[in-house]
């Protein structure tokens, strides 16, 4: 993956609207709302079926989706879920100042929670925030329960191999291979894994990881690098 490239990032439909202090709690046959926010229920209900509106609409109309999403903040501006879906919406339009803005209202409500943490690495690394970028994706492998834990390792090493530390990148690396099922393409991590050791000077370890590469990613981008690497390796 390119760091100077964002990538196409698939919004979950599947996952259930997370609670957050001033967000509209959603039980069969019943709406409760948390209380103390100075959010009405009319509100929060309102702001619910807005960010449902933008769920829907997200992929055949992503200005409707966008208008939706903040339709639903103007109704409850702590609504998480919208700011996060509005930071990735930012992001693929590359306004990355804007979507850092949406994925740090997130943290506000939530500071566990490790997508907006990674995703919020991952804009501070298209704006060249790269020691930033470190400690948010550090801090997104702090919560135990975060369910794709080798998206942030992965980016966390590459991270780490831009400012020079490659025995941290490599651990990284090989800590995100752990996961499974995986979230990263193997192919991916293990070219990372392999050039970073490659530029360790680990020359064993570094043909191993890159004659997986050719493997996993046959007549692919990072079968072709890994290709160029090795070659070099045999010389």
């Not at 997370?18 to 229920?41: N, R």
């Not at 903040?73 to 306004?95: D, F, R, T, V």
Request: aromatic fraction near 8%; hydrophobic fraction near 40%; charged fraction near 25%.
């Amino acid at each position: 993956m390119s760091g100077r490239r964002f990538g196409n990032v698939a919004l979950s439909r599947s996952r259930a609207l997370l609670l957050a202090p001033c967000v509209l709690a959603v039980l069969p046959g019943l709406l409760s709302m948390l209380v103390g926010c100075g959010v009405t229920e009319e509100k929060i209900k309102k702001a619910n079926g807005y960010y449902q509106e933008g769920l829907s609409a997200l992929d055949r109309d992503r200005q409707k989706a966008f208008v939706s999403f903040q339709k639903a903040i103007q109704m409850n501006p702590q609504h998480k879920e919208a700011h996060y879906a509005l930071g990735h919406l930012y992001a693929s339009q590359e306004k990355y100042k804007q979507a850092e803005g949406e994925f740090r209202e997130v943290l506000r409500s939530d500071p566990d929670y490790s997508e907006a943490h990674t995703h919020l690495g991952l804009v501070l690394i298209q704006q060249d925030r790269w020691e930033e970028a470190i400690r948010s994706f550090r801090r997104a492998l702090e919560n135990p329960l975060y369910a794709t834990p080798d998206l942030a390792r992965f980016h966390l090493g590459r991270a780490l191999a831009h400012e020079g530390d490659m025995k941290g990148a490599t651990e990284a690396f090989e800590d995100a291979l752990l996961v499974n099922p995986p979230n990263v393409p193997r192919a991916a991590v293990n070219f990372e894994l392999g050039r970073a050791y490659y530029r360790l000077g680990y020359d064993t370890k570094a043909r191993e990881a890159l004659t997986r590469v050719t493997s996993l990613d046959k007549g692919g981008e990072y079968a072709a690098e890994a290709g160029k690497i090795l070659e070099r390796l045999r010389r």
